[in-house]
């Protein structure tokens, strides 16, 4: 009984590391997904002026799924079903600072506003914006990512080491 | 369309206390009063539905006026900047925007429009048969005369000009029609008919369309919106030598007005059309006031 308790408070300590190091991959995975959103859309309407709604229901399903349901939220929002509001755009997304929230609101925000000149500068900056974010949480997630596994591994074996 | 565009409180005033077919135009200004065209009326909207009295108008904001051009370029205004910089939008179903605000220029070029100030929504209308009365005059043993539809803004040529194309399919006059629709009115998409032989160029100048759908399409007739320009009366000359047969619009309250237009001179003296039918807003748009031949002599009514 013993030992099956100790077991069972080892896995718990490995898989709440395990919850903190995917956190860190959600992150990472999320800011690549929005670069790659700005990419697409400079190309999109500089060449061929598609309409944001087409743009979003274009995505691959892995950029769909890496932007966690922001693209969905702003599809309803052209669909006149919500206002564009931060609470509304970020629901069901925990993983965010408030600060990168206000930086992602205001990209949302400013889309489909201007002329292709001025909306293409415009995602440009956002652009850089978000590459940089990225390679702050791609670096945090090969620094703590592991780190919070092999920490959740370690509290594991103390807690069997202390008890038995 | 209109309640994709406008903001959800003035649509449900207009939906639930004001019959919107009967509307013909909605103006919003800056900071003034939301104005109807109702027929030939012009006349307030208020939170209880269409007022005489200024006081219960409801005022249009810079932001609603923002926002419902945003929405009708479905959120995507650069994709139609090309538009915006001859100072309208046409929305999917025919509606057509004419905006107000500040051009920008850059190296002498129209760049965009910004800070937008008014706007005129008109609402297309397809007014069944209302090409009826004049249908038969305007054909021959030879096929269909060219034809100038005259009549002052917002007196239904656009809608005569679709009916029209939409009378010869329903007759089975399989004439190929090729309409040039330079602002995107002609077509109403799915809310209107354009027939079973009409092709389609839109968003081109006129002496693209020309020729282009000429030399692409081979129509017999070329349906073309709102004459104005030398360039247009050049490309409807080049159309009429190219054996195609020419319906088309422009602004004017009268034939003696019309003949004065300038440009027009010349294809007058050369009887290029052989019909005008004029409109006007007299009992309403739409209001047949003559059909005249190319000698400007009265043919009907």
């Known amino acids: 009984m013993k030992i099956l308790l100790l077991s069972l408070m080892a896995c718990v300590t490995i898989y709440i590391g395990y919850v903190f190091s995917k956190k860190y991959k959600i992150r990472a995975n999320f800011f690549q997904a929005l670069v790659m959103l700005c990419q697409k859309f400079d190309v999109e309407i500089n060449y061929s002026r598609e309409r944001l709604k087409n743009i979003f229901n274009n995505l691959d399903e892995k950029q769909k799924h890496n932007l966690h349901g922001i693209d969905n939220n702003f599809i309803s929002f052209i669909n006149k079903e919500n206002p564009l509001e931060k609470e509304f755009l970020f629901k069901n997304i925990k993983f965010l600072k408030e600060e990168e929230k206000d930086v992602i609101f205001m990209f949302f925000k400013s889309l489909g506003r201007s002329d292709v000149d001025s909306q293409s500068k415009e995602i440009k900056n956002f652009q850089t914006r978000f590459e940089t974010l990225s390679s702050s949480a791609i670096a945090e997630n090969k620094k703590y990512g592991s780190l919070s596994i092999k920490l959740g591994i370690v509290a594991g074996l103390v807690i069997i080491v202390l008890f038995i | ?301």
């Open chain 2, 1 to 301: 369309m209109l309640e994709k565009i406008l903001p959800n409180d003035i649509y449900d005033i207009l939906k639930n206390k004001v019959n919107i077919k009967s509307i013909n135009e909605i103006r919003m200004r800056e900071e003034k009063p939301i104005v109807l065209a109702i027929g030939s009326q012009r006349i307030f909207l208020g939170e209880r539905g269409v007022t005489g009295n200024l006081n219960e108008a409801l005022l249009s904001s810079k932001t609603m006026i923002e926002d419902i051009i945003f929405r009708a370029s479905e959120c995507s205004i650069y994709s139609v900047n090309e538009q915006l910089k001859r100072g309208y939008l046409v929305t999917k179903g025919g509606i057509r925007l004419g905006i107000g605000g500040d051009i920008v220029e850059e190296s002498g070029k129209v760049k965009t429009m910004t800070n937008f100030s008014s706007i005129n929504i008109r609402l297309p209308h397809e007014v069944k048969n209302c090409s009826l009365s004049a249908f038969n005059f305007l054909l021959s043993e030879n096929g269909i005369l060219n034809t100038l539809v005259i009549s002052p803004p917002g007196a239904g040529k656009t809608t005569f000009l679709r009916d029209f194309v939409c009378q010869l399919s329903e007759r089975n006059y399989a004439y190929n029609v090729l309409i040039l629709d330079e602002r995107g009115e002609l077509d109403l998409g799915e809310s209107g008919s354009i027939g079973n032989f009409a092709d389609k160029i839109s968003f081109a100048r006129k002496t693209i369309g020309f020729e282009n759908g000429i030399r692409a399409l081979s129509p017999n007739l070329i349906v073309t919106d709102e004459l104005g320009q030398k360039e247009d009366i050049d490309a409807v000359v080049y159309a009429v030598n190219s054996g195609v047969s020419i319906l088309a619009s422009v602004h004017s309250d009268s034939m003696e007005s019309f003949a004065k237009k300038p440009y027009f001179e010349e294809i007058i003296k050369n009887k290029v059309f052989k019909r005008f039918v004029l409109l006007s807003m007299r009992n309403g748009p739409g209001t047949l006031e003559g059909i005249y031949n190319e000698n400007f002599a009265r043919l009907h009514i």
